[in-house]
């Protein structure tokens, strides 16, 4: 149960407020705002349900970020954007690749995020600029997409072909000789506007406010490209296909080293990755979406996407145990010379019918997806060598590598929902879900439930209550680094299972979108490595287990006629619960307390200003808690000047400014080993920087 007093209070607050809002606050039925967007809000989302919901019925937590606020804050990545969730928190950035976890809990870079609602191969810098909205799904989410943590999913939404000409470009440019340039044109192709496509191409190219030990600074380019066309087969069957491709040439910063009081070794703008790192992605996308009316009651969805990803990773790996507290002594650095092959194949087919029966209303979702997965590596190591902390690395020799296959397997799922209305004020949602993963001949299966009670006091408010469960395979037993008793042991699925109460209101004439929940998530069956007493052998267990409880608020929208939010805030009591090793610690980079709140005011018809506050409470930087990252406050703010040229045509000027006031904090990321007394790959956070954009908008 919940036994903390701060979180006793959150609770009250999440589950009043709404309600306390809808008795004082007057609805004023004249409020409308011309020309200045939605206010951030979001009636709707497409991943919660597979199916046509709105955010009342949906039992469950969904922060929506869509294109306006990623236009205003100039987003260029994925962490950029889901700053706006105080849900979700950062962590390290090592291998040029984004991590974040959700609730508290690790979001996997193969079971953590979609694409449109597909699962996603996400090691990589996730291409921003095709997107026009980027969905955060709290909670276990197995039913509709199979294995995953228990603290949610993060779907991201491509932008689509648009029925009347548009054209949007774009220039960037910011500190650091950060430089964006971006075309986005959609529209019809044929008078009758059956046929429509949207083109989008960013080239970018940006530095470092850090540098390497011989003085020479990261270099990053990178090509983002991407190609969506929507087909009126007929009135009934639209037919939509795509094609897009990010590639990334660039330097490596794995992060930076600190001791353990959190003071930085030869300052924070230090990079300790050899001047010659480099990783090179080459990511494409291809697929299709087909979308039918088959009768008055049933309709259906299917789709296909394969995702090639090729990986160039020539790196150092830097180690500290020479290195002395002053800066003096040696690093060492070895490295190696990589090359990764990922393909990511995914298949779904939905069946759905809205219909009455027994005099009540059925949302039925039947349906099945598919994941197909393969990876193969080449690799060759470097000699480690001995070098003073501001030594110029020679260059490695660079050998061919020959590709070995490393791990294939393919996961089918076969899952029900209803969604069942049984008058105004009431509905049930329940499904059921069954899962078979085969890899090297050996099968894994699982059956995930769940269930939702809606209450609708009101037309334009929800109470609800859910419970909800995920799985994550663990697979076989496996002797590697320790000798294992049970080795060949096929381990069950990690299982996490959630008890949620919340409640959502539309509020000021449909305006404004406030929303919050409690939560408590239980995630067991954790694999655990035990050393048999009196031999150099281990046992694998699954003792291990997680508990997380929490409290979430979140509102979006209009609060005045000029003035528009989009604001959350999450408490979190997070511990492992059960470890041999890490019992009664709490997750790394996951905060007691975040908040985020991004708005914007129209100062006049032409000119908006953006304020943004980010509040994130002391992390522990490593899973033995061995040391803290102090909390911090970051201000953000934007101004955007708008002239319109003729009814078509406007163009914008904007200037965004990220850490305003230059705070000094420590972002995600952090290890510690037991050869040496510092901190390992945590991520700097960036002091004062600047973007300066001009946008022409057809």
Known sequence: MFTKSQLALVIGAVLAAPA???????????????????????????TAMRMEATQLETPGQVTVIDEQIIDEQRASTLGEVLKNDASVSAGGTSRNRERFSLRGFEVDSSTGFLRNGQQHWSHYRQPVELLERVEVLKGPSSLLYGSSAPGGLINMVSKKPTYDTQIQVSQDIG?????????????????????????VISKESYSS?????????????????????????????????????TKDEGSVDSGSLYTLDGKPVIGDDRIWDAQWSKIDNDVENIGFDVNAILTDVWSVKTG???????????????????????????????????QDKWRFKTAYIDLLADTELAGMQHQFLIGSNWLGYSYDRGMHKFASGEYAPDATIPVQDVANVTMKQMSRYDTWGFYAQDLLTINEQWQVLAGLRFDR???????????????????????????????????????????????????????????????????????????????????????????????NSGSNDWTKTQGGQQKHRGAELALQGFVTERISLSGTAMYLDAEITNHETYAGNRPVDVPEFAASVWSSYAATNAVDVNLGVIYEGSRYG???????????TRVDMGVAYTYQYDADLDVVARLTVENLFDTDYLAGGGTTSGKHQYAEDVTVGEGRNYMATLQVKY
């Open 20 to 46: 306390v809002m809808a008795e004082t606050v007057q609805t004023d039925e004249q409020m409308v705002v011309e020309g200045r967007g939605y206010g951030y809000k979001a009636d709707s989302n497409a």
């Open 175 to 199: 500190s650091n000789n950060h430089s964006r340039t971006t075309v986005d044109v959609s529209g019809s192709l044929n008078d009758a506007q059956t046929l429509r496509a949207r083109t």
């Open 209 to 245: 406010w850090r540098e390497y030990g011989d003085g020479s600074k990261p270099q990053t380019d990178r090509l983002v490209a991407g190609i969506f066309v929507d087909y009126d087969v007929t009135e009934d069957v639209m037919l939509s296909v795509y094609y897009d491709k």
């Open 304 to 338: 296909f996407n394969y995702q090639d990803f090729e990986r160039l990773d020539v790196e150092s790996y830097p180690s500290f145990g020479k290195l002395n507290p002053d800066g003096s002594g040696t690093v060492t650095q070895g490295g190696n010379h990589r």
């Open 437 to 531: 993963k085969v890899e090297e001949g050996v099968a894994e299966e699982n059956i995930s439930p769940k269930l939702g009670i809606i209450f609708h006091p009101v037309d334009n408010g929800s109470i609800y209550a859910s419970y909800s469960e995920s799985f994550e395979p663990q697979g076989q037993v496996a002797n590697g680094s320790r000798e294992y008793t049970n080795d060949g042991a096929l381990l069950d699925a990690a299982v996490g299972t959630s008890y949620e109460i919340g409640t959502k209101w539309e509020l000021f004439d449909n305006a404004l979108f406030v929303s919050g929940a409690v939560f408590d998530i239980t995630q067991d069956n954790i694999a655990l490595d035990v050393e």
């Open 622 to 632: 490593d899973a033995s808690n061995t040391f803290k990252k102090d909390g911090y």
